[in-house]
Structures are given as structure tokens and as C-alpha cells.
């Protein structure tokens, strides 16, 4: 391939995923709006699904935060009753963020809701075209992964 057809193809790309993301927050929009969370806030949140209680590194690790930014995230959080700060039973040195049973709850509703609006969308897809969207998708994924790993952010 030549350098300037990569170029080409490197642009379109970055154009797309820039499209891609901010359509995939106006999706959300009205429903995080209607459960008075920021994006920011919803995404902290969604953090807890798949792992119960992280720590201040894991989660400013996981969203690409400095730990302050998430600080001042887990506070507001916890002022409205979502996630709770808990030590660890063996080392009360370390400190745990978890959600509150109201915070689980928002946490379930913002999955459903992000899986509706999904199955909106996929449903507007050709069939067998489906799976190519799910592989390409994970190939690029995987691909930005790596390249965070190398140090490229």
C-alpha cells in the first residue's frame, strides 16, 4: 500500500471512530440525563460491572484519568449515595470504591439502556453484515490496546 493511500485511510478512520464516539454518547444522552449522571460519571460507574470494588489507581487507570480527576468524580458520586469508599479488612491502609446498592441499580439501568439502543441499531444492520461489524470492531480495539500498551497515548 502506498504511503499516501494509508495516509487517506489512516484520516477516514480516525474521522469515523470520532463520529462513531460522539453518536455513541448522543445515543445515551436522554437516558443519562434522565438519571442526572455526566457521561464522565456514567462511565465511572459502568467500571463496577464487571468488578465489584476497584481502587482510586484501578479506576483513574481504567478511564484514562489522573487520580485527581477521579477523585473529585468519586466525590460527587458518593455525595449522592452511589459508590461508597470502604478499607480492606486486612490492610486499612487501602481504601475501595464500590457502588451502593442505589449505585448497582443506576449501573443496570445505564446497561440496559446502552443494550436497547445496540439492538436498535443492529437491527438497522443487514444480517450478514453483523458479524463483520463485531470482528472489525474488535480488531481495532485490540489494535488500540496494543498501542496504549506501547506507550502511544
Given at each position: 500500500?502506498?504511503?499516501?493511500?494509508?495516509?487517506?485511510?489512516?484520516?477516514?478512520?480516525?474521522?469515523?471512530?470520532?463520529?462513531?464516539?460522539?453518536?455513541?454518547?448522543?445515543?445515551?444522552?436522554?437516558?443519562?440525563?434522565?438519571?442526572?449522571?455526566?457521561?464522565?460519571?456514567?462511565?465511572?460507574?459502568?467500571?463496577?460491572?464487571?468488578?465489584?470494588?476497584?481502587?482510586?489507581?484501578?479506576?483513574?487507570?481504567?478511564?484514562?484519568?489522573?487520580?485527581?480527576?477521579?477523585?473529585?468524580?468519586?466525590?460527587?458520586?458518593?455525595?449522592?449515595?452511589?459508590?461508597?469508599?470502604?478499607?480492606?479488612?486486612?490492610?486499612?491502609?487501602?481504601?475501595?470504591?464500590?457502588?451502593?446498592?442505589?449505585?448497582?441499580?443506576?449501573?443496570e439501568d445505564i446497561i440496559?439502556?446502552?443494550?436497547?439502543?445496540?439492538?436498535?441499531?443492529?437491527?438497522?444492520?443487514?444480517?450478514?453484515?453483523?458479524g463483520e461489524i463485531q470482528?472489525?470492531?474488535?480488531?481495532?480495539?485490540?489494535?488500540?490496546?496494543?498501542?496504549?500498551?506501547?506507550?502511544?497515548?
Open positions: 500500500m502506498e504511503p499516501r493511500q494509508l495516509d487517506e485511510i489512516v484520516r477516514n478512520v480516525g474521522d469515523t471512530i470520532t463520529d462513531l464516539v460522539r453518536t455513541y454518547y448522543r445515543l445515551g444522552r436522554d437516558k443519562r440525563s434522565s438519571l442526572k449522571v455526566t457521561n464522565s460519571q456514567a462511565q465511572t460507574l459502568l467500571s463496577f460491572a464487571a468488578q465489584e470494588k476497584l481502587t482510586m489507581n484501578q479506576l483513574s487507570q481504567r478511564m484514562g484519568l489522573s487520580t485527581s480527576t477521579m477523585t473529585r468524580n468519586i466525590d460527587n458520586l458518593a455525595q449522592r449515595g452511589l459508590v461508597e469508599r470502604v478499607r480492606d479488612a486486612t490492610d486499612r491502609r487501602l481504601v475501595f470504591v464500590r457502588p451502593t446498592a442505589r449505585g448497582r441499580e443506576l449501573v440496559q439502556s446502552q443494550r436497547a439502543h445496540f439492538a436498535q441499531v443492529m437491527n438497522s444492520i443487514p444480517v450478514d453484515r453483523r470482528s472489525s470492531l474488535e480488531i481495532l480495539l485490540k489494535s488500540m490496546e496494543d498501542a496504549l500498551q506501547r506507550g502511544a497515548a
